[in-house]
């Protein structure tokens, strides 16, 4: 079930609704709907799908079992710890990476005059979300192993805390610590959690409908036809690329964010203003903070992080762009992607710049950015707008063709829409937009943060007319980060 879907706007009242008015006295009860509803939501693509879900939630729920009774046996504990790893990542490996492996071997083998394309073939569908709660379950059972929790004996708050609904299919990916102890303990209504949930939820659908809607058919045109396009254009298609993304995938959390307040969970931050980082470090600190905060602590510092020697640090930070690469998909195109971010972030860690902007926002101590800010921003900017070229394009050879376009046709040309609207009213709205989550950039969960009652009335309504103005029936609904 799509956030931005009909069945969901009728979904979600009667979920809350039931939960607060029919369940509230009764936390087991309010758990096991949670079950229902969460179950029922990610049923809605495809049923035979949930067996997985459950098969997951049902082996790391004995796994962590077994792995905190054999805490002082080393051995013991390790052997269930790889248990976990073995049927998730293997889960994940069969449904995600076998059509990818098949193609590269086919691909080896013709290179050298054999053709197995007639019979080596594997046309598997992918689980929605299966990266997201895989990641979760392994978590459990990883802070299990390093003594940061106890396994939990309540089958159905585990359960929750690995099909919960609202960031089911995209993250954000919460650790047992977070989530699993909100939904075991008592929660009470608040109003003002709520209204914050809601707030966050509109400016989550703002962003997809309005900016990342919007802009899909512009990027899609211009990604698919890149061959017969000057520069101008091929420049205009990847940055209106990186807003799309953003707006989507944000939105996506934003939204996932206010539902969980609804239900009196909080979830934690996914994104902090990453396009107004001052470079590749800062943007890992505020870009899908819940992936990179995952693989911090289960792969990098397990690796020995930056405590071992520099040369073994560079390679740390190089695997683990690489696995963020691989996680994204079964393509060459994005272990590319992921390369090409370790090479940016590498020298940003040897100079001792890596945690330099982690408390503090571009525009720190005045209204404006300095020029020296503006500058790094833009930096970065343009270097992962340019890695994002290998993020969208099918394959490889379609990457450095569209690059080679634009070295070798470097002209301007005024791009037309391809449904024939003016380019101008998309253009202003970007700015607008920029302009106004620099306003935010301290607040990423009070997008609506002015003390003026009618401030904020009037944003309301700017924001549902936008949502109405812009709103195709002809755009793809379905959220980028689904396919992951």
């Known amino acids: 079930m799509l956030f931005n879907s009909i069945e969901f706007l009728i979904f979600l009242p009667l979920v809350f609704l039931s939960y607060w008015f029919l369940f509230k006295n009764n936390t087991k009860v309010q758990n096991v709907?949670?079950?229902?509803?969460?179950?029922?939501?990610?049923?809605?693509?495809?049923?035979?799908?949930?067996?997985?879900?459950?098969?997951?939630?049902?082996?790391?729920?004995?796994?962590?079992?077994?792995?905190?009774?054999?805490?002082?046996?080393k051995k013991k504990a390790k052997y269930w710890l790889w248990v976990s790893m073995a049927f998730n990542i293997g889960m994940l490996g069969f449904f995600k990476y076998s059509n990818f492996f098949v193609d590269s071997?086919?691909?080896?083998?013709?290179?050298?005059?054999?053709?197995f394309k007639s019979t080596w073939t594997l046309k598997i569908i992918l689980p929605v979300g299966i990266s997201?709660?895989?990641?979760?379950?392994?978590?459990?059972?990883?802070?299990?192993?390093?003594?940061?929790?106890?396994?939990?004996?309540?089958?159905?708050?585990?359960?929750a805390f690995v099909s919960f609904f609202p960031q089911l299919v995209a993250g954000p990916i919460e650790r047992a610590s977070n989530l699993l102890s909100q939904i075991t303990n008592k929660r009470t209504f608040s109003y003002a959690q709520a209204s914050e949930g809601l707030k966050l939820i509109l400016w989550g659908f703002f962003k997809k409908l309005v900016i990342a809607d919007a802009l899909a058919p512009i990027v899609d045109d211009i990604f698919a036809n890149y061959h017969s396009y000057p520069a101008s254009t091929l420049i205009l298609g990847v940055c209106l690329f990186s807003f799309q993304v953003y707006g989507d995938f944000s939105g996506y959390s934003d939204i996932a964010?206010?539902?969980?307040?609804?239900?009196?969970?909080?979830?934690?931050?996914?994104?902090?203003?990453?396009?107004?980082?001052?470079?590749?470090?800062?943007?890992?600190?505020?870009?899908?903070?819940?992936?990179?905060?995952?693989?911090?602590?289960?792969?990098?510092?397990?690796?020995?992080?930056?405590?071992?020697?520099?040369?073994?640090?560079?390679?740390?930070?190089a695997v683990i762009f690489l696995v963020s690469g691989f996680w994204h998909g079964a393509n060459w195109t994005f272990i590319f992607w992921g390369g090409l971010?370790?090479?940016?972030?590498?020298?940003?860690?040897?100079?001792?710049?890596?945690?330099?902007?982690?408390?503090?926002?571009?525009?720190?101590?005045t209204l404006l950015p300095t020029p020296i800010e503006i500058l790094q921003v833009l930096l970065t900017f343009v270097l992962v707008t340019f890695s994002r070229i290998f993020f969208r394009s099918p394959t490889l050879t379609d990457s450095f063709a569209y690059i080679n376009q634009i070295i070798n046709n470097f002209t301007y040309e005024s791009y037309i829409h391809p449904m024939g609207y003016r380019?101008?009213?998309?253009?202003?709205?970007?700015?607008?937009?920029?302009?106004?989550?620099?306003?935010?950039?301290?607040?990423?969960?009070?997008?609506?943060?002015?003390?003026?009652?009618?401030?904020?009335?009037?944003?309301?309504?700017?924001?549902?007319?936008?949502?109405?103005?812009f709103y195709d029936d002809g755009v793809n609904r379905s959220f980028i980060y689904f396919q992951f």
């Open 33 to 73: 709907f949670i079950i229902f509803a969460s179950y029922l939501f990610y049923g809605w693509w495809d049923w035979r799908f949930l067996i997985l879900i459950f098969l997951s939630t049902l082996l790391d729920f004995y796994v962590g079992q077994k792995i905190y009774e054999n805490l002082d046996d």
């Open 341 to 365: 971010h370790a090479i940016f972030y590498i020298p940003v860690y040897l100079m001792g710049r890596n945690r330099m902007y982690a408390d503090n926002v571009v525009g720190e101590k």
């Open 132 to 159: 997201f709660y895989t990641f979760q379950t392994m978590s459990y059972s990883f802070d299990i192993y390093y003594k940061k929790l106890k396994p939990t004996t309540d089958f159905v708050a585990f359960t």
């Open 257 to 317: 964010i206010g539902t969980a307040k609804l239900f009196g969970v909080e979830l934690m931050s996914n994104f902090k203003f990453p396009n107004f980082s001052r470079n590749v470090a800062e943007y890992w600190q505020r870009w899908h903070i819940s992936l990179s905060t995952w693989f911090r602590h289960y792969l990098y510092i397990p690796m020995g992080g930056s405590r071992v020697s520099q040369l073994k640090a560079v390679r740390n930070i």
């Open 105 to 115: 071997f086919v691909e080896m083998f013709q290179a050298f005059g054999y053709d």
């Open 423 to 469: 380019m101008l009213d998309f253009y202003v709205l970007l700015g607008l937009f920029i302009f106004y989550e620099y306003l935010i950039r301290r607040h990423e969960r009070e997008p609506f943060r002015f003390k003026s009652k009618i401030v904020r009335f009037l944003l309301y309504v700017i924001v549902v007319l936008a949502m109405l103005l």
